[in-house]
């Protein structure tokens, strides 16, 4: 089993040697001068030279691309050019936040959409199917942006329940940030809760019909005992790698959700760094990120073979 | 029991004084500023966060007259050449070493010489700087350069604590900066928030009743407005004009605006590269037809919702140098037609970038449809902002919309925007008289005299139709009805002095 997953490991490297020159290439496709961009209503010639040259932008690609290679090994991830604030330091900082987000949106997805997806298989053809698939339909096709903005119109600005936009870390304050992240987590749980609730429905229909239900049934087992017993467990095996899968989903979704509540995540770092092409930022955020995709998908494999015996041997 | 009594009374003084102390004011920003190191910096929104931050030599007010500010006064020798300043003697940085001659130097001569300092242009004419005592700082010139002074009331005048440069490591003054303004640098966290805390020490500190400001950078217009309506912000900068009738109705809410030092104008790509050569724009003749065929009011109504104040030449209205010789273009849509006709091109064909954003997308649809009843069909280039500073720089347009946040000097509204090799002519216009009058008027301090010169050159800019203004930037404030004995000044600036909450 070591072997398979040491294979898997070595099959990464590749994969992140190819994805940070795609992240390379495509930022330097983007049109705009990043000094140019830097010195904004500043332009003397002789500084933006002198710039040109630290930042190696005179350099061809290839060798730009080794050079940035060569400090990454190394560690560093290189310094803002907007701000002079250390890359490392940034994502250090802003990683927390969008991490936190992201856990508090996965968690109420997870207590709306699966509940609503076992009564909607349950209640099959019945009022509350309908109203379930309504909704599901609604969360995904509502953009993120436009609940948020609705959302602290009436939230904040109408009702002063909760504060309209920023962080406060749940080290600082536990409640604020908790009352801070809670609308941003809603928008941003809408979609990946319908998600959750389409395919637990459709999941759990199948499993209600399969043998053993019927079986169960057959025996004498109560109704409550046949659906969560019997007929969950089996359905949330799928659930499971869905909701590894829908964590990229997350994080896309959080970029324009940061954008709205101003939360200085990851999303909002990225955006921001692409807006004022500083491509350290945008390096080194992507390549972060990347590494926890493959790093993801990497304990994916990993606990797939763990748990399922069978593959270890296929 | 008596002793309890007055512990309690203590307890409740401290705790009164502490509130108030700790009273702080959120400040919503449209960006986040760049570097925090006034010689490296290149932000307008950098600026507001150095107004509070940073004392520089001298300040303008709202006439842009120069004033006092670590600068006690100064004075010119006969051939305006050297600069004799007298400095306040009870300033301290905010690491409270003290502020004298010897450390205005050291951030002068850094600001001339770091590599990376955006500061050495202005500051080019200064050959020599000595502090022959604490109080005295001497600037000898390579010639005359009446626009010193107004580069001196910003960034390159702002002074920072000389222990805090690292020769070896630039980069640190920027992420701590310590200057010695009414408040010092805490914290920031980057697309987040900065920071500051009330200088105690500070020469003036009586008059600033803010413990501490959070400046607060939130992009967007609407969010931002949301938030100081939700009351997580006590004022924003640059509310969308289109917001300002809703502010005002708003009685919780106070709206302020002042025309800013700086334009919103058209540039044409005369000279510019390959697309200059096939320009329709390139005849001065189609230029002034598109000019004629703008209405300024009309844009200010629809678009600047009575705010954005038309414009047909560089200097605001808050400026000297504004001129009665060059009023607001009015729309004459006959006489454009005819011009083109004389230009042998009745239907003309150009395209119009535009940094995209809801505001200026607006503006570029209003022109559209004006130029287009005087036979002038715009195509729109909806360009990213960063994009279109390249594609500008590299002549890649026939005309551009532009925008510019201005200086006090009347030679940063113009000298680089027309000058043959300014940094900013991306049209590349060029005419030989036109420098010399600009560079003859940056050597001469007498305000008539300079006018007259800036009077000239303007006088052959209209003919040429160099480039064409259509208003000037109005910087919108919108604030909580509490915020009180707030002014805003044409740069655009917050300045926090007399500022304070209602009580209660």
């Known amino acids: 089993m070591i072997k398979l997953i040491l294979r898997r490991v070595i099959v990464a490297i590749p994969t992140l040697i190819l994805v940070s020159i795609i992240v390379f290439a495509l930022q330097k496709l983007l049109p705009g001068d990043p000094v140019l961009t830097l010195a904004g209503e500043e332009r003397d010639p002789a500084v933006l030279d002198y710039l040109r040259e630290k930042y190696h932008l005179n350099d061809p690609l290839p060798v730009q691309y080794v050079a940035w290679v060569k400090q990454v090994v190394t560690g560093d991830l290189g310094k803002s050019l907007r701000t002079d604030v250390p890359v490392t330091e940034l994502i250090s900082q802003k990683l927390p936040v969008t991490l936190q987000l992201a856990a508090m949106a996965m968690v109420l997805a997870l207590i709306v959409g699966i509940p609503a997806g076992i009564l909607a298989a349950v209640r099959k053809g019945k009022l509350t199917e309908y109203g379930a698939n309504v909704a599901a339909l609604s969360g995904m096709s509502i953009p993120n942006f436009w609940l948020g903005i609705i959302l602290i119109m009436v939230v904040s600005v109408q009702l002063r329940w909760l504060p309209a936009s920023g962080y406060v870390s749940p080290t600082e304050d536990f409640w604020l940030s908790m009352k801070t992240m809670l609308m941003p987590a809603i928008v941003l749980s809408t979609s990946l809760a319908a998600y959750l609730m389409r395919h637990t429905r459709s999941s759990m229909l199948e499993a209600l019909g399969a043998d053993y239900v019927r079986t169960a049934r057959a025996k004498g087992v109560s109704p409550r005992n046949v659906v969560l017993r019997h007929a969950l467990r089996n359905a949330l095996m799928p659930i499971i790698t869905l909701v590894t899968l829908l964590f990229g989903e997350l994080l896309a979704g959080a970029v324009l959700t940061e954008q709205v509540f101003t939360i200085p995540g990851f999303g909002k770092l990225v955006v921001d760094a692409v807006f004022n092409r500083d491509y350290a930022v945008v390096q080194g955020v992507v390549l972060c990120v990347a590494v926890g995709f493959i790093l993801m998908n990497l304990l994916a494999d990993i606990l797939y073979i763990v748990v399922n015996p069978r593959l270890r041997h296929s | 029991?008596?002793?309890?009594?007055?512990?309690?009374?203590?307890?409740?003084?401290?705790?009164?004084?502490?509130?108030?102390?700790?009273?702080?004011?959120?400040?919503?920003?449209?960006?986040?500023?760049?570097?925090?190191?006034?010689?490296?910096?290149?932000?307008?929104?950098?600026?507001?966060?150095?107004?509070?931050?940073?004392?520089?030599?001298?300040?303008?007010?709202?006439?842009?007259?120069?004033?006092?500010?670590?600068?006690?006064?100064?004075?010119?020798?006969?051939?305006?050449?050297?600069?004799?300043?007298?400095?306040?003697?009870?300033?301290?940085?905010?690491?409270?070493?003290?502020?004298?001659?010897?450390?205005?130097?050291?951030?002068?001569?850094?600001?001339?010489?770091?590599?990376?300092?955006?500061?050495?242009?202005?500051?080019?004419?200064?050959?020599?700087?000595?502090?022959?005592?604490?109080?005295?700082?001497?600037?000898?010139?390579?010639?005359?350069?009446?626009?010193?002074?107004?580069?001196?009331?910003?960034?390159?005048?702002?002074?920072?604590?000389?222990?805090?440069?690292?020769?070896?490591?630039?980069?640190?003054?920027?992420?701590?900066?310590?200057?010695?303004?009414?408040?010092?640098?805490?914290?920031?966290?980057?697309?987040?928030?900065?920071?500051?805390?009330?200088?105690?020490?500070?020469?003036?500190?009586?008059?600033?009743?803010?413990?501490?400001?959070?400046?607060?950078?939130?992009?967007?217009?609407?969010?931002?407005?949301?938030?100081?309506?939700?009351?997580?912000?006590?004022?924003?900068?640059?509310?969308?004009?289109?917001?300002?009738?809703?502010?005002?109705?708003?009685?919780?809410?106070?709206?302020?605006?002042?025309?800013?030092?700086?334009?919103?104008?058209?540039?044409?790509?005369?000279?510019?590269?390959?697309?200059?050569?096939?320009?329709?724009?390139?005849?001065?003749?189609?230029?002034?037809?598109?000019?004629?065929?703008?209405?300024?009011?009309?844009?200010?109504?629809?678009?600047?919702?009575?705010?954005?104040?038309?414009?047909?030449?560089?200097?605001?209205?808050?400026?000297?140098?504004?001129?009665?010789?060059?009023?607001?273009?009015?729309?004459?849509?006959?006489?454009?037609?005819?011009?083109?006709?004389?230009?042998?091109?009745?239907?003309?064909?150009?395209?119009?970038?535009?940094?995209?954003?809801?505001?200026?997308?607006?503006?570029?649809?209003?022109?559209?449809?004006?130029?287009?009843?005087?036979?002038?069909?715009?195509?729109?280039?909806?360009?990213?902002?960063?994009?279109?500073?390249?594609?500008?720089?590299?002549?890649?347009?026939?005309?551009?919309?532009?925008?510019?946040?201005?200086?006090?000097?009347?030679?940063?509204?113009?000298?680089?925007?027309?000058?043959?090799?300014?940094?900013?002519?991306?049209?590349?216009?060029?005419?030989?008289?036109?420098?010399?009058?600009?560079?003859?008027?940056?050597?001469?301090?007498?305000?008539?005299?300079r006018k007259a010169l800036y009077d000239q050159a303007q006088t052959i800019l209209r003919k040429d139709v160099a480039d064409t203004f259509l208003y000037f930037q109005p910087w919108p404030f919108a604030m909580q009805r509490k915020v009180q004995g707030f002014m805003p000044y044409p740069d655009g600036m917050i300045r926090l002095k007399g500022v304070s909450f209602a009580q209660k």
């Open chain 2, 1 to 449: 029991m008596k002793k309890l009594a007055s512990a309690i009374g203590a307890a409740v003084l401290l705790l009164a004084s502490g509130a108030t102390l700790a009273q702080e004011i959120r400040i919503g920003l449209q960006e986040d500023p760049d570097v925090l190191d006034p010689h490296r910096a290149r932000t307008y929104v950098g600026r507001i966060v150095f107004t509070s931050l940073c004392d520089k030599l001298v300040d303008i007010d709202p006439r842009l007259h120069i004033v006092p500010q670590l600068a006690t006064s100064w004075s010119w020798n006969t051939d305006n050449t050297v600069l004799t300043f007298k400095l306040r003697n009870d300033v301290l940085f905010h690491d409270g070493s003290k502020f004298d001659a010897a450390a205005a130097k050291a951030n002068l001569d850094r600001a001339r010489t770091l590599p990376d300092s955006f500061r050495k242009g202005e500051l080019a004419s200064v050959d020599k700087v000595e502090a022959p005592d604490a109080e005295t700082l001497v600037l000898t010139l390579k010639g005359p350069d009446a626009t010193l002074l107004a580069q001196l009331s910003d960034r390159a005048g702002m002074m920072l604590a000389p222990d805090s440069f690292d020769p070896k490591d630039p980069n640190t003054v920027g992420r701590k900066p310590i200057c010695s303004g009414p408040y010092k640098f805490v914290e920031r966290v980057q697309n987040d928030r900065i920071v500051l805390d009330k200088f105690d020490k500070y020469y003036d500190a009586k008059d600033y009743h803010f413990g501490r400001i959070t400046f607060l950078p939130i992009p967007d217009t609407t969010v931002r407005l949301q938030n100081l309506r939700a009351g997580g912000l006590d004022m924003l900068e640059r509310l969308s004009p289109s917001d300002a009738p809703d502010v005002k109705k708003d009685s919780s809410l106070h709206f302020s605006s002042v025309a800013g030092l700086g334009f919103t104008e058209v540039v044409f790509n005369s000279n510019n590269g390959k697309r200059a050569e096939s320009n329709p724009f390139r005849d001065p003749r189609v230029r002034e037809a598109f000019e004629l065929s703008l209405d300024r009011d009309a844009i200010n109504e629809v678009v600047g919702g009575g705010i954005y104040e038309p414009a047909s030449q560089p200097f605001p209205p808050a400026s000297p140098y504004h001129s009665d010789k060059f009023p607001v273009l009015k729309r004459n849509v006959e006489k454009a037609k005819a011009l083109l006709k004389e230009a042998g091109k009745p239907q003309v064909k150009g395209e119009l970038a535009f940094g995209n954003n809801t505001t200026t997308a607006a503006v570029a649809e209003m022109i559209q449809a004006m130029a287009r009843e005087a036979g002038i069909e715009l195509s729109l280039r909806p360009t990213d902002y960063a994009a279109l500073l390249g594609q500008m720089h590299n002549g890649n347009f026939e005309v551009a919309l532009r925008g510019w946040s201005g200086r006090p000097d009347p030679d940063g509204n113009i000298t680089q925007f027309v000058s043959c090799k300014g940094e900013l002519n991306d049209g590349q216009y060029c005419n030989a008289d036109v420098d010399k009058l600009l560079f003859d008027a940056r050597k001469v301090p007498d305000e008539a005299k």
